[in-house]
């Protein structure tokens, strides 16, 4: 079956040129599929940005084998014409354009430029059905329809409306800004909707959890009251009126409420009486601890298995990490794997799941750094530029060194009893996962390409951090950077940086959980209980309300995550490796890592999105190069809880109100 895909891929059929300039202002060449298609045809892609940055790396690396005719090589330009490109590629290289409006002439441009990958190849199938015309209103009508499935001309009513959304929110789909807009208008001219926040709910998957867990408590009230009532089915005329069944009564609606409590995103209630409830509710009671924590485990690996299962793409590990980070949570938090037959089964889903993300990794990793920032960023240099994309008046991008998917889990649940609530996605870190490759590649907004000589240490952060907002019109007076955060004790204590009212843009490094991770003896269980005495001390908790009082926007990611692993062995090289950490070793010399692959239980990392000269040797899953047979919260590998870290945008829910 044929795609928009084949519209680019006929301009690389035999023979190919070496140097194709390629002007692609909606960013169709930014798709995975399309740039795993050019890999596997030996056609290398980069992206032309920053002119001084460009010219290092195609003097460095592309230009001897561009004149000798061993590579092929696309530039993607998108900030200049064509025309003004060095005049030494134009007349190396051919000049070609791809627009969108070619492929779909009969749409809104506007409108279909804002589509991801996924939503143009639905688009792409049925477009030849469309007969309207390339209007904002009719485009947005056909998509809304036809790709998103959303018949919104049937949602009348709150429990309609309550369907729709938990099969967006938990299927996470996002739309496009345009489109989001127009669904919202089409909903509030509906009389049983428009006094609903309805932008809010469609928007905001946590305001639409917070909003549902709202509503939960008030059912389970009125269920409690009227128990004869509501023994088998449950409350039919609800608190929207005689002769109007409450959402959760409705059959479609209960049944997709059990994964979003064993999930997470909803909490089961304490303190209801079970007894005279209908049974489909008790998944969002709170009934006996230690069995309720059971089935949730039970229900968590089975919904990790079936994911697992279904893996296709960069966006479904996104998708399966924080399930995978809550099992971990709930496992240290209630020692469950004390039990030997849960143990075994976690283990066994445990080993599985890297032997399948790290095959993954060493296929598709290198194609994620090509990857569009909108609209969401994939990756962790390209965090910054989406900040810079929202245009706040303030911004603050908060660090914890370290933090894994694991880790955010036991900190959401802590900072959600402090009245904050979060917008949850993630990125992946830059491999190897240790902080002076990922964190400085966060600080630069770069690719470790382009800084490779301080690719060990992370002494220029800060000037990096100004240098990228300085580029973004930001005066290197009004940004302002401060790391090692966190260490002392006692009450929190406002950051000298936050003393300064001039300052739009912060980056704030914390590394208490990076300390932690190091001295962690008793592994994970060591770190959880370490993890929560930090907390309840409330540095963090400190720091995010001053934040946000001062008019910030907040974001809070990780540079890597970490994992715990047993000692295999140290190798004994001295200083052959420029870099001996616990699971990675870099070398300068290629034969060096490639002798050392080959002797002990290891994997040579193709290293994509690095400097030349820089060779890693990976431990491999659950392995680390210390004394054989000790265990090691470490970090530095491919895994899944090293690479896919969090990005989280940060709120008060003070002004949430119950509807």
């Known amino acids: 079956m044929s795609t928009w895909r084949d519209i680019i891929l006929a301009d690389f059929r035999e023979p190919v ?17 399309l740039l795993s298609s050019l890999k596997d045809i030996q056609v290398e892609f980069i992206q032309y940005g920053d002119p001084v940055a460009f010219r290092y790396l195609f ?5 001897k084998v561009l004149e000798e005719r061993t590579l092929r090589l696309l530039v993607q330009v998108n900030d200049v014409p064509l025309e003004q490109m060095p005049y030494d590629l134009l007349q190396m290289g ?118 549902l867990q709202n509503q939960w408590i008030e059912y389970l009230q009125t269920l409690q009251e009227q128990p004869m009532a509501s023994k088998e089915v449950g409350l039919q005329d609800g608190i929207y009126g005689k002769g109007k069944t409450h959402p959760f009564a409705d059959e479609d609606v209960y049944r997709l409420l059990d994964n979003l409590f064993i999930e997470g995103y909803l909490k089961p ?41 279904a893996i296709g793409n960069y966006r479904d590990w996104m998708n399966v990490v924080p399930l995978y980070g809550e099992i971990k949570d709930l496992i240290l938090y209630t020692n469950l794997d004390q039990d030997e037959n849960i143990l075994g089964e976690v283990k066994a889903i445990e080993a599985g799941l890297d032997a399948q993300f790290e095959l993954w990794m060493i296929r598709n990793y290198g194609n994620l750094q090509n990857l569009p920032y909108l ?43 402090k009245s904050f609530t979060f917008e949850e996605q993630s990125v992946f870190a830059w491999a190897p996962s240790i902080t002076s490759i990922s964190r400085q590649a966060l600080f630069y907004g770069e690719m470790p390409v382009y800084f490779p000589h301080t690719l060990g240490t992370t002494r220029k952060e800060e000037a990096a951090w100004k240098l990228f907002w300085e580029n ?40 208490t959980i990076d300390n932690l ?97 820089v060779h890693i040797l990976l431990a491999k899953s659950g392995e680390a190069f210390i004394q054989e047979g000790e265990n090691v919260v470490s970090h530095g590998g491919i895994s899944l809880e090293e690479v896919v870290v969090p990005f989280i945008h940060i709120t008060s829910n003070n002004n949430l109100k119950r509807f």
């Open 17 to 33: 040129p070496p140097l194709s300039l390629v002007a692609d202002p909606d960013h169709l060449l930014l798709d995975e599929i």
């Open 59 to 63: 003097e460095s690396r592309y230009r």
């Open 94 to 211: 051919r000049k070609l354009t791809y627009r969108m409006q070619t492929i779909f002439p009969k749409l809104s441009p506007q409108v279909v430029k804002q589509l991801d990958a996924r939503d143009l190849d639905d688009l792409y199938a049925v477009y030849g059905q469309y007969q309207g015309s390339a209007s904002h209103g009719e485009t947005c009508d056909f998509i809304l329809r036809r790709v998103f499935k959303v018949a919104y001309d049937m949602i009348d009513d709150e429990t309609e409306l309550v369907k729709y959304l938990l099969s967006k929110h938990y299927r996470q789909k996002q739309y496009p800004e345009v489109i989001e807009s127009y669904l919202i208008e089409q909903l509030q001219r509906k009389k049983e909707l428009n006094k609903l926040p309805l932008a809010e709910l469609v928007k905001s998957p946590s305001f639409f959890y917070s909003y």
């Open 269 to 309: 209630v304490e303190g209801i009486n079970s007894e005279h409830l209908p049974q489909w509710t008790h998944v969002g009671l709170v009934t006996d601890p230690s069995l309720d924590h059971k089935n949730r485990l039970a229900g968590l690996m089975a919904n990790l298995k079936e994911k697992l299962q």
């Open 375 to 417: 609209p969401r960023p994939v990756m962790l240099h390209q965090v910054p530029h989406y900040i810079a994309s929202k245009r706040h008046a303030k911004a603050a991008m908060v660090v914890l060194d370290g933090m894994s998917y694991v880790q955010w889990v036991q900190i959401r649940k802590y900072l959600q009893t």
């Open 472 to 511: 973004h019109d930001v005066f290197k007076a009004y940004t302002g950077y401060e790391k090692s955060l966190g260490r002392k004790e006692g009450a929190y204590q406002s950051p000298d940086s936050l003393q300064k009212p001039s300052l739009k843009v912060l980056g704030l490094v914390i590394d």
């Open 517 to 613: 991770v190091h001295t962690a003896l008793q592994g994970q269980h060591g770190l959880y209980s370490e993890l929560k005495l930090w907390l309840e001390k409330g540095y963090l908790t400190g720091l995010l309300a001053d934040l946000i009082n001062k008019g910030f926007e907040v974001y809070l990611t990780s540079d890597h995550g970490n994992k715990e692993s047993r000692g295999i062995g140290r190798i004994p090289e001295g200083v052959l490796a420029e870099t001996r950490g616990e699971r990675v070793r870099i070398y300068k010399d290629k034969m060096l890592r490639d002798k050392a692959a080959a002797a002990y239980s290891s994997m040579a990392w193709p290293g994509p999105g690095l400097p030349e000269d």
